[in-house]
């Protein structure tokens, strides 16, 4: 993919960002926590398993590793995976490439992320990387009832924004983000993941 495919076009009215994994490499923090938390209800988690599962709403997320689990233990659980993973936020890897798109583009068109994490995990995130004052806006899972895949989020972040949501850019790197922002009408997705670094 050239730097031209991934630059917004003259007509582009806002950027908007996904933050793991696109803007910043959680990921395989995220990844090495949950292993440990599945691990004590007898979950090996595999490769294939966190590729189809690791973006979907927390609930149906956690039932994939533990069929009964309820609301309130899924909650619970993800309380602990978020102290177990700002202890460890120090290890994460800003994903430079596209942060530059961002520091070239503040200040000249608006700047939003769009995540379905959660508010308190993804500011420190930012926060860790450096990055947060890039950003007119911050849109995360606390924001909306439906979360990625819904469209519910970008929607909200281009309202808030006040762009049309066609003549928006939205960058992500998973199936389900693009499907989310695409269903929000985003006229255009790049996928970071074909994205040379």
Known sequence: MSPDSIAPSTDTEALLFDCDGT???????????????????????????????????????????????????????????????????????????????ARQYHGRLPLAVVTGGYRDVVVPTLDAAGITDLFDIIVTADDVVNSKPAP??????AQRLGVDPQRCLAYEDSDIGMASARDAGIGRVVDIRDWPI
């Open 23 to 101: 803007l910043v490499d959680t990921m395989s923090l995220h990844r090495l926590v949950w292993t440990e938390i599945f691990a004590r209800y007898d979950f090996a988690m595999t490769s294939a398993w966190w590729d189809q599962y690791a973006n979907v709403a927390l609930l149906p997320f956690v039932r994939a590793a533990i069929p009964d689990a309820d609301d309130a233990l899924a909650h619970d659980l993800n309380r602990e995976s978020i102290g177990m993973f700002m202890e460890r936020l120090h290890l994460i890897d800003p994903l430079e490439h596209v942060i530059e798109v």
């Open 152 to 157: 519910d989020l970008y929607a909200l972040a």
